[in-house]
């Protein structure tokens, strides 16, 4: 689950009950700055989200990861 700190349209209690609804083991959670949107197109989604994002599906894939 990914939660945005200052989310109003889906505040990070709602989207944290989303981990108990699905069926998978992995719960991991990721808290990240700013709104619904900065979140995942403001100026530092690049360093903050993605790069996080990016990792946690490469630990899952079984793929070696991307070397720039």
């Known amino acids: 689950t990914i939660t945005a700190m200052e989310d109003h349209l889906c505040p990070p209690g709602a989207a944290e009950a989303l981990n108990a609804a699905v069926s998978s083991l992995d719960e991991t959670s990721v808290e990240?700055?700013?709104?619904?949107?900065g979140a995942v197109i403001g100026s530092a989604a690049q360093h903050v989200l993605w790069t996080r994002l990016v990792d946690w599906l490469e630990a899952r894939s079984g793929h070696h990861p991307i070397v720039d």
């Open 32 to 37: 990240v700055p700013g709104g619904h949107l």
